[in-house]
């Protein structure tokens, strides 16, 4: 069974730095792009970044791009989201997704789901 | 603002049919496959069709997708109080190199 369990909740004040974790399960780790997203309170859904545990390849969104470090480890099959200094801006659920991508299909959808990370940026 | 553009609700009463519409341009919809994920009250999205019409196992034939150049649509049939939810529409984009989403539709089962 294919499982993506995400770190707990983080209450962090301004100014923090944070890595928050996601480890995949029951399928090959290094075989697919794991993404994030954001999902600030009462808003949509927005593509943070993806990131190929093979060999680390990192695509970023333009509106994400040098707010966050995406990484991985795939020797514990774990995919990260970093910040050096969040902000009150940053409170939000993050979610990470395996991507499962069909490119001769042009057919490419998130199709394993983490349960969420909840993070808290307060004074 | 999200590039792809859902209205922000729609509502039906039980088993009624429900269409959620998906706007695009050339370099998302016009080019990739559609998606689209539910999300029920405080969980996590799931994917409900993928590749513009399929549905993953498990996902009841009530729920179905289909594409039409830069659009898409989502049809609920047979609505059930269990629909209610967030509805969101995603395709990948070239120019971006990677998924882009809607803003959301949230359906109300009357």
């Known amino acids: 069974e294919v499982q993506l369990v995400q770190s707990g909740a983080e209450v962090k004040k301004p100014g923090e730095s944070l890595k928050i974790s996601c480890k995949g399960s029951g399928y090959s780790f290094t075989s697919y792009w794991i993404g994030w997203v954001r999902q600030m309170p009462g808003k949509g859904l927005e593509w943070m970044g993806i990131?190929?545990?093979?060999?680390?390849?990192?695509r970023n969104s333009p509106s994400f791009q040098g707010q966050v470090t995406i990484s991985a480890d795939k020797s514990i099959s774990t995919a990260y989201l970093q910040w050096s200094s969040l902000k009150a801006s940053d409170t939000a659920m993050y979610y990470c997704?395996?991507?499962?991508?069909?490119?001769?299909?042009?057919?490419?959808?998130?199709?394993?789901w983490g349960q969420g990370t909840l993070v808290t940026v307060s004074s | 603002q999200s590039v792809l553009t859902q209205p922000p609700s729609a509502s039906g009463a039980p088993g009624q049919r429900v269409s959620i519409s998906c706007s695009g341009s050339s370099s998302n919809i016009g080019t990739n496959t559609v998606n689209w994920y539910q999300q029920l009250p405080g969980t996590a999205p799931s994917l409900l069709i993928y590749g513009n019409n399929q549905r993953p196992s498990g996902v009841p034939d009530r729920f179905s997708g289909s594409k039409s150049g830069t659009s898409a649509s989502l049809a609920i049939s047979g609505l059930q109080s269990e629909d209610e939810a967030d509805y969101y529409c995603?395709?990948?984009?070239?120019?971006?190199?990677?998924?882009?989403f809607g803003g959301g539709t949230k359906l109300t089962v009357l």
């Open positions: 990131i190929y545990p093979g060999d680390s390849d990192t």
């Open positions: 995603t395709s990948w984009d070239d120019s971006l190199n990677g998924p882009v």
């Open positions: 997704a395996r991507l499962w991508a069909a490119t001769e299909a042009r057919t490419y959808y998130f199709d394993y």
